[in-house]
């Protein structure tokens, strides 16, 4: 599938989720989300959020930390290789990185003092794989202070995986049967990250992969 046919799949996921709009233990995650979507949810333990050192990789996984040079005489190519979830759902990359990794970046968009830098997000052609719109905010500091992703996928398994392994969101209860809602908290049980997952409002068999619409904050733990 070529990039701009891509992007033009995360457009449309944009629209659908403009339209209306984080789990368990990491074995259990995608058992939880298809059992809830067939017979109702299912509630966990807390459990505190946490974050890898900045500029570290991930020697559980070992999955490498962010380059962030590219050279002077770099710039982003059609070419550029999908950006799967776990390399963009960082709190340690830079607005350089962010700048250098995208071809589009959207800018000059102030929240609470943060300065937000939006992309466009397709991780992949798989059912499981988003696509929609990614949002890093910068503190003073300029470390990511928040990150936001809106869009669609047609199995929020790994995305709520992901999660759950990395940044620990738990499956809460909540009062409206549409929405299943994981959750993370620090160290002083402060809320620091949600992941809402409805059902799209027209689910049709060829679009596989938008019948979800998923909504995710996550929040630098202080």
Sequence with gaps: ??????????????LLVSSSISVCTVTDVARDIRKYLFSGPKTTANAPMSYAPEGAGDASTGIPAPALAIGPDSSPA???PLPSLVEVLRLDVTVEWVLQRWPRVTT??????????RVPLVSGTSVSDVAGSLTYYFNARQQVQRITLRGTTGDPSVLATILAS????????????SIVLYEAVDSSNRPVGSLKIRSAPVVQANQPHTRFLVDLVMDRAE
């Excluded at 070529?2 to 944009?14: E, H, M, N, Q, S």
């Excluded at 000059?108 to 830098?117: A, V």
């Design 166 to 177: 990395r940044y620990r969101f738990t499956r809460r209860l909540t009062n409206d049967p």
């Design 78 to 80: 059609e070419t550029m």
């Design 108 to 117: 000059g968009l102030p929240q609470l003092q943060l300065q937000g830098y």
């Design 1 to 14: 599938m070529g990039f701009k046919k891509l992007l033009l799949y995360a457009g449309g996921a944009l």
